[in-house]
């Protein structure tokens, strides 16, 4: 299911990137990886990238299918004397088996959240262990001190479990600091190192977004999408044709993405490129109709071109799909202005006045040329 699942949506990655005996290593690496963090939960991170090249001769990779192929073999040969240790272990090995990496899709090595559903059956074992010795030491055939030694054992790692999930909620609180603590465990980390980017840049900090976005190519110059936000936040600084030259980049990588079509045109209706903006936002609406970002930019467009009355009705489906939206707002606000509509336009700057102040700051010199 998990193979259908994945390979129906073209999303599986393929044996030419990781062959069979990266797969191994990737199998082996999580098997053990989720032991690992369920008894000791340390360095947790939002993504665990998977390396550009996988090999099974690396460290982890080795020494965690060792431990795998050995904890089978241990529990194999103690099936008669423990048969609930390899019972757990084969639920386990099943449980994990579809996001292993055997069959694998995205850009993650590991993912915390799949240790959920995998690791239940130990928890059964600690769980055991729990009642054999509170049983055993209600019928007085183990010593008083030893019950006492596991209990103390038992409150400490339940303590300090508690005290990391304490720190991790507050790790989760908003993105920068999810990336921010994501880029302290993993340096290397692309992905995490471009979402710190992202961040930066929805405050307009441009630079320190260059910065993380550059550092992002420079661990992994494979993603190329990464090229796309970079051409934003040249943008943003000024430099337009540093901006188109990153942006087709990505769009020459992924020719059918909507947002590098929008991001595209977004530069181009900027500089009165009109009729080459039109063609990328155009074919980014035609494959995603409901990209809210598209519609905007598309509705926006057709208003520059002088058609302002076509882009009203892009808008409004921009409106129904995301209503919280503040460039929505601006973009109807701007459009209603521009069809003499003052008061559906004085309705979107009220409401833009406590959803997106910023926006309905830059809207007042087209309302004051107006009244």
Known sequence: MSYWS?????????????????????????????????????????????????????????????????????????????????????????????????????????????????????ALIVGAAVGLMASAAAAGTVRPGLTRVAAVAAAGWILALGTLTWYQVQIWRDTQTLWHNAVESDPACSICQDNVGVSYYDQKLYAPARAKYELALALRPDRLRVHGNLGLVLYEMGDVDGALRHIRIALDDSPDDPK??????????????????????????????????????????????????????????ALELKPDESTVHIGLARVHLALGDYEAAAREYALLTTLYPAGAKALEPAFFSVW
């Open 6 to 122: 994945v390979a129906s949506q073209h999303f599986l990655t393929g044996s030419d990137k990781y062959g069979w005996l990266a797969r191994i290593g990737i199998a082996g690496y999580s098997v053990w990886f989720y032991i690992e963090k369920t008894a000791l939960p340390l360095a947790l991170s939002p993504l665990y990238q998977l390396p550009r090249v996988v090999s099974l001769l690396e460290a982890r990779f080795l020494w965690s299918t060792v431990a795998a192929v050995a904890i089978s073999l241990a529990l194999l040969a103690l099936r008669r004397r423990w048969p609930v240790g390899l019972t757990v272990w084969i639920y386990y090995v099943i449980a994990i088996g579809p996001v292993s990496g055997i069959v694998h899709v995205g850009h993650q090595l590991t993912n915390d959240r799949y240790s959920y559903l995998s690791c239940l059956g130990l």
């Open 260 to 317: 590098n079509l929008t991001n595209m045109a977004h530069v181009l209706v900027t500089q009165k490129r009109h009729a080459e903006a039109m063609a990328y936002l155009e074919r980014a609406y035609a494959i995603a109709p409901t990209y809210v970002p598209g519609l905007v930019n598309l509705g926006l467009a057709l208003l520059e071109t002088g058609r302002p009355e076509e882009g009203l009705a892009y808008l409004t489906r």
